[in-house]
């Protein structure tokens, strides 16, 4: 039966994912993103951050397209830095070759749009966040409209809760992912990294990352898991089990 308007929904077989990722410092997230299909396109804004670990991966071709983000005071053109990203974004997109990108931080580049559109970070008044926060979810779901993954590993920042008789929050000993606040609804998985020291009979340490499942639209059932070790913390390892 057709419907005026409408056409019949056929399933997805190549079943690419957007992913985001958030942890401290050192927490195996760019390494997990490096665990994708490749060919891989890293947009690394983060500078120093991809090269210890692509070493890892020699048999893998990594593209990096490296930004230095410049200072905020400085008078710089973050039109367009921010252009010349986009269009490398939306270039690979279009390549056939490319099975992920890896925006490395996801963090740094909701810095960017800000300063782009807003010229300043701070003192910013919320009504002209519409446009800003428009553009930015297009640019994210643009994503979905390829047959790339796209992966956003991100920052952390200390939460801060208000202090009563004060002006100044007080940190609670959280932490909060650094960036673009909708980006749980624009992500297909939500993933923490973190990892656990532990020592065996002998008190020899031994160190294991891990990835938790915050949130994944695709399999509910999954969300709360722990992967954990070599073998668990790659995207593979996830794509099967949220498929599964």
């Given amino acids: 039966m057709q419907i005026p308007g409408f056409e019949v929904y056929q399933p997805s077989t190549d079943r690419s994912l957007i992913i985001a990722t958030s942890g401290l410092q050192k927490r195996g997230k760019t390494h997990f993103a490096l665990t994708a299909p490749g060919p891989i396109a890293v947009i690394s804004l983060d500078i120093g951050g991809i090269r210890d670990v692509a070493d890892k991966f020699k048999n893998k071709t990594i593209y990096r397209y490296e930004v230095k983000k410049p200072d905020k005071s400085d008078n710089a053109d973050w039109k367009g830095l ?78 801060y809760v208000s202090k009563p008789g004060s002006d100044m929050g007080s940190w609670n000993g959280k932490y909060e992912r650094a960036g673009f606040g909708d980006i749980d609804f624009l992500a297909q998985i939500v993933l923490e990294h973190d990892r656990v020291t532990t020592k065996d009979e002998n008190g020899t340490p031994s160190t294991e990352f891990i990835v938790r499942i915050l949130d994944c639209r695709i399999n509910p059932s999954v969300i709360g898991m722990e992967l954990q070790g070599p073998d668990m913390c790659t995207f593979e390892f996830l794509k099967d089990l949220v498929y599964a």
């Fill in 82 to 159: 921010l252009a010349g990203i986009q269009e490398r974004y939306f270039r690979v997109l279009d390549n056939k070759m490319v099975q992920t990108i890896v925006m490395d931080t996801g963090s740094d580049m909701w810095e960017i749009f800000r300063m782009a559109h807003l010229g300043r970070l701070e003192k910013v008044p919320p009504l002209k966040y519409t446009e800003l926060n428009r553009d930015f979810a297009d640019f994210i779901r643009a994503a979905y409209d390829s047959h790339c993954n796209l992966i956003l590993t991100h920052k952390v920042k200390k939460e």
